[in-house]
């Protein structure tokens, strides 16, 4: 029987927004659960401060899943910030916001069986981003667990141009891997969308967010794609 799938959702983004891929999930066999995140849930992570917000919700929902399905495993997708949270999850340092007292460890890569990050930004050069980021990169660089299979997907639909149309995703690739000049999926250049030892993959006309205009990550066609990798 196929293991039980946790979404979590990217940055500023709600639960709702992931319902048309967790009911394809559910329809392929996978009893699947979003974090249920709200917009406002966010709003405490804003400025680079700590996710432990989304990490507690997270964590509830995996051991919410776990519970209800007798499984001892599960996949996890993380689609854009939430690739990044789920590294943290998975890992056993401890986690807190600078001055923080009481970190906490997660700890939870035995549970995982498989991680999918959607669009993730892996890297950032961006400075309220880099504090959780560089911790992310230093605590678990590439795919740092040998118990978890890593895939990482990337996508190719705009390339980032000074010009009128790609100007946005040019800026966003700068912001993130220094370099504007490059492919991604509008948020994300493929370079930061993929990690060392993942297996990395790139999809062609995806583009980064499910409220994005055209298909995005979980739109039925690319899902083909991804979805074997789930356990």
């Not at 990050?117 to 050069?125: R, V």
């Not at 590439?142 to 639909?157: D, E, L, R, S």
Request: charged share 15%; with cysteine.
């Amino acid at each position: 029987m196929p293991l039980p799938t946790v979404i979590v959702p990217g940055y500023l983004e709600s639960a709702i927004a992931y319902l048309p891929l967790e009911k394809s999930l559910q329809q392929l066999g996978f009893p699947t659960a979003t974090v249920p995140l709200r917009r406002r849930d966010w709003f405490p992570t804003v400025g680079g401060k700590s996710v432990a917000p989304i990490l507690r919700l997270l964590d509830q929902t995996v051991k919410k899943i776990l519970q209800e399905s007798q499984a001892t495993q599960i996949n996890l997708i993380g689609h854009s910030a939430g690739g990044w949270i789920s590294r943290i999850y998975l890992g056993e340092k401890p986690y807190s916001a600078r001055g923080e007292l009481n970190p906490s460890v997660w700890n939870a890569h035995p549970q995982v069986a498989t991680l999918i990050t959607l669009g993730t930004p892996h890297i950032s050069q961006e400075r309220w981003t880099r504090w959780n980021l560089d911790f992310v990169t230093n605590n678990y660089p590439g795919a740092f667990y040998q118990n978890v299979h890593y895939v990482c997907i990337a996508g190719k639909t705009i390339f980032g141009q000074r010009r009128p149309g790609s100007w946005f995703a040019y800026s966003s690739y700068q912001l993130t891997c220094g370099q504007g000049n490059t492919w991604g999926d509008g948020i994300t250049p493929i370079t930061a969308a993929h990690l060392e030892g993942a297996e990395n993959l790139v999809i062609e006309g995806v583009r980064h967010s499910p409220r994005s205009p055209g298909i995005w990550y979980g739109s039925p066609e690319p899902l083909k794609v991804w979805v074997k990798y789930l356990i």
